[in-house]
């Protein structure tokens, strides 16, 4: 079984520029994540998906941040603009029951 | 509220046993448990989901103490592969997908 994919997983960019980030998670998982993981710290969640609805976005910072799940598969995450403190992984997630898997994240750094 | 990891960093020898704990100031109703090497993403090792319940894989196990809102990670006779940092997750009532994830505790196993 595939596991759920990410890209870029790489990316440097300027601040005050924009960046977006894909999600495309494990087949017939209807729960979806995006976290951010600061270097040194857990996972915090950004924003999950049930299907192509929001479930919960209370800690998504929406003046700069946005995500959609259009047909409830994949996903992607924007940042726009950027600021430096936004320089951390995120992680994608997805779940049906009895576990959340995490894919292998985007290292996203602000400059 | 997140949930408080202890020890923070554990060193072990090949073979020896360690313990996690993840404590948490507010009811737990889902605890999971994860490993995370240096530069990858978190891996899935459990769920517990009832309070009492306790889980085993190998030679890892944990409990859930729904009482003390604490849960505990057991590794016995470690291996060189269990080095990592170890994070709990701990789910919110109404909504056990959303992880809140503790600080997390450094694992170093030594030949």
């Known amino acids: 079984e595939a596991g759920v994919a990410q890209s870029p997983r790489y990316k440097i960019i300027e601040k005050r520029q924009s960046v977006a980030f894909w999600c495309n998670p494990i087949?017939?998982?209807?729960?979806l994540y995006w976290y951010q993981q600061i270097l040194g710290q857990g996972p915090k969640l950004l924003i999950q998906?049930?299907?192509?609805?929001?479930?919960?976005d209370s800690q998504l910072p929406k003046d700069r941040f946005s995500a959609e799940r259009l047909k409830g598969v994949d996903s992607t995450l924007k940042i726009q603009p950027a600021k430096l403190e936004d320089s951390a992984v995120y992680l994608c997630?997805?779940?049906?029951?009895?576990?959340?898997?995490f894919g292998p994240g985007t290292r996203l750094t602000v400059l | 509220q997140q949930p408080v990891q202890s020890p923070q960093a554990v060193i072990l020898r090949e073979g020896e046993d360690a313990v996690i704990n993840c404590s948490s100031s507010?009811?737990?109703?889902?605890v999971h448990w994860y490993r995370q090497k240096h530069g990858e993403a978190p891996v899935f090792l459990m769920i517990?989901?009832?309070?009492?319940e306790q889980k085993g894989h190998e030679k890892i196990s944990a409990s859930f103490n729904e009482k003390k809102q604490q849960s505990s990670l057991y590794l016995t006779a470690s291996q060189l592969s269990y080095s990592g940092t170890y994070f709990c997750?701990?789910?919110?009532?109404?909504?056990?997908?959303?992880?809140?994830f503790g600080q997390g505790t450094t694992l170093q196993v030594k030949p």
């Open positions: 517990l989901l009832k309070g009492g």
């Open positions: 997630a997805s779940s049906l029951v009895g576990g959340t898997y």
């Open positions: 998906f049930q299907n192509n609805g929001v479930v919960d």
């Open positions: 507010k009811a737990l109703y889902s």
């Open positions: 997750g701990t789910g919110t009532e109404g909504n056990t997908g959303k992880l809140i």
């Open positions: 087949s017939g998982h209807a729960t």
